[in-house]
């Protein structure tokens, strides 16, 4: 069974998220997480930004009522931009949101449209984590479902896409054949 993010950890709490994502150095200071060294405030602070706006709306996509304003509003284009984060927590949730997004047929037509496909595939290429990649894969899936779109998910590679998961993951085989 693959993991998915449950009530609980879907929720942020910042002390406990700087503090597992290295944010905060040996004495509570704030640091730059992409440089050994020190960091500035404004790195931590854009960093924090950008997780609480990948968890809100994954959260956000989990409500099936929140679909239409969310397609509307283009959150299906901020989750993309957000996922290129290099940042492992900010792209769990941008993983949660694309699998969630999937569920509900007008943010899956929306992501079809934003050409969503080559950031899913970066993602299961840069990530390791069984939860992101399992998130991914059941997004790929969902987005196999939408009527008419058929086409365009062969155009953008969804087939290289499965293989690659398939190929990076291999306990994710079943689900995906």
Same mark, same amino acid.
Request: aromatic share 6%; charged share 25%.
């Given at each position: 069974?693959?993991?998915?993010? *449950?009530?609980?950890?879907?929720?942020?709490?910042?002390?406990?998220?700087?503090?597992?994502?290295?944010?905060?150095?040996?004495?509570?200071? &704030?640091?730059?997480?992409?440089?050994?060294?020190?960091?500035?405030?404004?790195?931590?602070?854009?960093?924090? *930004?950008? &997780?609480?706006?990948?968890?809100?709306?994954?959260?956000?996509? !989990?409500?099936?009522?929140?679909?239409?304003?969310?397609?509307?509003?283009?959150?299906? !284009?901020?989750?993309?931009?957000?996922?290129?984060?290099?940042?492992?927590?900010?792209?769990?949730?941008?993983?949660?949101?694309?699998?969630?997004?999937?569920?509900?047929?007008? &943010?899956?037509?929306?992501?079809?449209?934003?050409?969503?496909?080559?950031?899913?595939?970066?993602?299961?290429?840069?990530?390791?984590?069984?939860?992101?990649?399992?998130?991914?894969?059941?997004?790929?899936?969902?987005?196999?479902?939408? *009527?008419?779109?058929?086409?365009? &998910?062969?155009?953008? *590679?969804?087939?290289?896409?499965?293989?690659?998961?398939?190929?990076?993951?291999?306990?994710?085989?079943?689900?995906?054949?």
């Amino acid at each position: 069974m693959l993991n998915t993010l *449950s009530d609980n950890s879907a929720s942020f709490n910042e002390k406990e998220s700087f503090n597992e994502d290295g944010l905060n150095d040996t004495d509570g200071n &704030l640091r730059n997480p992409f440089e050994t060294g020190g960091g500035n405030e404004d790195d931590v602070t854009e960093i924090s *930004s950008k &997780l609480y706006c990948a968890t809100a709306l994954c959260n956000w996509a !989990r409500n099936p009522s929140n679909a239409n304003r969310l397609a509307k509003e283009g959150a299906v !284009r901020a989750i993309i931009v957000l996922a290129s984060e290099k940042v492992e927590r900010i792209n769990i949730f941008c993983a949660g949101a694309f699998r969630y997004m999937s569920e509900q047929p007008v &943010l899956a037509e929306k992501m079809v449209d934003e050409k969503c496909i080559s950031v899913i595939s970066d993602m299961i290429t840069n990530s390791s984590d069984d939860f992101i990649c399992g998130n991914l894969a059941i997004c790929l899936l969902n987005l196999t479902r939408i *009527s008419g779109k058929e086409w365009q &998910l062969v155009e953008d *590679s969804i087939v290289l896409c499965f293989m690659n998961l398939i190929s990076q993951h291999q306990d994710l085989h079943s689900a995906c054949c």
